[in-house]
């Protein structure tokens, strides 16, 4: 019989203390691996916050680049030399900065900002929160590289940003206000273009109020009537088929960095003595940019070609030394106003006369098109005399056709259009024949083919207007509601803003065109009345005219808005 024998104390011990260094061994691996793994994910972790950061720097690069080139454009030009641009970076002020980066532009070279010209300036619809729009743009990509400096782990990051420099007609806006914009019509109102406040909105219709386009405010729209207007009237909310938009960015003029509706309004100004016209204000001047200058003095009128030819004096006619197209001698008083004026007055057909009889104007008219590449298409007016109880202001008649390339006329001071204008096919909204135009001024006041001056001591009815059109861009000032003590008054709204004096209940004003107001009236102040008082209102045969989306079919001398668009960013492989 075979008989086993258990295993002794000591060996016991000693297979106790195997297992435990086999356990302890096991562990001290997996605890290093562990730690190892820890550490791993920690410096990928730190590799990752770099590169994140790393992101940041390059776009810190490639922002401090497009401000540059964003302050160039809206003081008039994007440098055409790049270089000043590619020479920019961060690096020399980020001392103060909590990381500091090293930067470079993907081509090898340090502290240096990729910057380029993607093509020639084109006529393009934006890449914007105005949809529809289009500009005379010119695009451009910045790029950057960047890393953390003095961190070994850190990996270079790239960004990459387009943008667009957009130059944007205003006229391209049916209604377009730098400052608040009513609208409260009486009756039914379509309006059939783009409009925009570069502040609020308030459109509150009696009736009923269409708007067949985009809607944009810088500000809020409201649909109530504005706290200073104290109108009590019925109102609807307005119907909107298309979109509506709040808090969008604003569209301004490059007039330097004060853009403020004061500093706008100088655009109307002659120059003063000394100012440079390449000058920001002095390029957006009318004054600066028209092919005729037509100056009345208490003693004599005088015109000049413009800035385009040194502003040279133009003789008066050969055969009577007088200008055929200029008188100086009329007024009409303006029952708005509650003042006779001081008139210069613009005969339309007459110019056109003038500037194709040889010994007229039409030597000049060869001349200015072969340097601008149009014919005189913009005159500007400046009537100097001043008596203390007239309006000094500017009329235009006879004006139912243009010249070939048509007719921007503008002035300081308040405007009147007589009869119909522009208007080849009378009472419609086709302008297809219509020549490119605007009226410009303090204030535009219509007259209809019925108005004569005598009418001044006539009562209201005894002022009938007649059915008249008028396609062209209107850009001028009103009077704004205001509050005063107690008492609020209404500017009148945008039904208003083309003045009348005349009896039009039942009579048609048919207006094509664009309506732009920048800044308040300084010469025609006085508030706008409600009906039955020196006008009855017409019945608004209103449109946008569709010509002002064709670049080549825009008034003379149309102010064009600076924008930056944003387009595509990316993060770009490192380089």
Do not use: C
Request: aromatic fraction near 10%; charge should be positive.
């Amino acid at each position: 019989m075979r008989h086993f024998q258990g295993p002794t104390p000591g060996s016991n011990s000693g297979y106790a203390l195997m297992m435990t260094l086999l356990f302890t061994a096991v562990a001290t691996i997996l605890v290093a691996n562990v730690l190892r793994s820890s550490s791993n994910e920690t410096r990928l972790t730190a590799r990752h916050n770099a590169y994140n950061i790393a992101i940041a720097g390059a776009e810190a690069a490639t922002e401090m680049v497009i401000a540059r080139m964003q302050r160039d454009f809206m003081y008039h030009s994007v440098n055409a030399d790049l270089n000043v641009y590619r020479v920019l970076s961060p690096d020399a002020v980020q001392s103060n900065w909590p990381v500091r980066f090293s930067f470079r532009d993907g081509q090898g070279n340090a502290n240096r900002t990729r910057v380029e010209s993607l093509g020639t300036t084109i006529v393009t619809n934006l890449n914007s929160e105005f949809p529809g729009l289009y500009g005379f743009v010119s695009n451009y990509r910045v790029l950057s590289h960047a890393r953390l400096l003095n961190h070994p782990s850190s990996p270079w990051a790239g960004v990459s940003q387009e943008i667009q420099f957009a130059s944007i007609p205003v006229f391209q806006f049916a209604i377009f206000y730098g400052i608040d914009l009513e609208i409260n019509p009486g009756p039914v109102m379509h309006v059939t273009g783009k409009v925009h406040s570069n502040a609020d909105i308030y459109a509150a219709p009696v009736s009923g109020l269409t708007f067949w386009d985009t809607v944009t405010a810088v500000g809020l729209i409201y649909h109530n009537r504005h706290p200073n207007d104290g109108t009590v009237a019925g109102q609807v909310t307005p119907v909107y088929r298309s979109l509506r938009m709040e808090k969008v960015s604003a569209l301004t003029l490059p007039v330097g960095p004060d853009n403020n509706p004061e500093t706008i309004r100088q655009i109307l100004d002659p120059p003063p003595f000394g100012e440079d016209p390449n000058s920001n204000l002095g390029k957006e001047r009318f004054y600066n940019k028209a092919h005729l200058i037509i100056r009345t003095t208490s003693t004599n009128t005088a015109v000049f070609a413009g800035r385009w030819n040194n502003f040279t004096y133009v003789p008066p006619d050969q055969t009577n030394n007088t200008y055929s197209f200029i008188r100086t001698t009329n007024s009409l008083n303006d029952l708005r106003e509650t003042k006779w004026t001081i008139l210069t007055e613009l005969d339309v057909r007459a110019l056109t006369n003038w500037l194709a009889r040889p010994t007229g104007g039409a030597g000049l008219n060869t001349l200015a098109k072969s340097i601008t590449g149009q014919g005189i298409n913009s005159i500007y007016i400046e009537d100097q005399r001043t008596h203390p109880s007239r309006l000094t202001a500017v009329r235009v008649i006879n004006g139912r056709y243009l010249p070939q390339d048509g007719l921007t006329i503008a002035t300081r001071l308040p405007i009147y259009v007589q009869g119909d204008f522009n208007a080849p096919a009378l009472g419609t909204t086709n302008t297809s024949a219509a020549r490119p135009a605007a009226l410009i001024g303090d204030s535009i006041t219509v007259l209809s083919t019925n108005w004569t001056d005598n009418n001044a001591g006539k009562s209201l009815t005894q002022r009938p207007a007649a059915p008249t059109t008028v396609n062209a861009a209107f850009l001028g000032g009103i009077v704004k509601s205001v509050k005063i003590g107690n008492n609020k008054f209404y500017s009148g709204g945008v039904e208003n803003f083309p003045r009348f004096l005349e009896d039009w209940d039942g009579r048609a004003f048919t207006y094509n065109g664009s309506m732009v107001v920048l800044f308040e009236s300084r010469f025609a102040t006085n508030r706008w009345q409600p009906p039955g008082n020196y006008y009855n209102a017409p019945n608004r045969n209103w449109a946008f005219d569709v010509n002002y989306l064709n670049p080549s079919k825009l008034p003379p001398m149309t102010p064009q808005f600076r924008k930056l668009v944003r387009g595509k960013w990316q993060v770009v492989a490192a380089r």
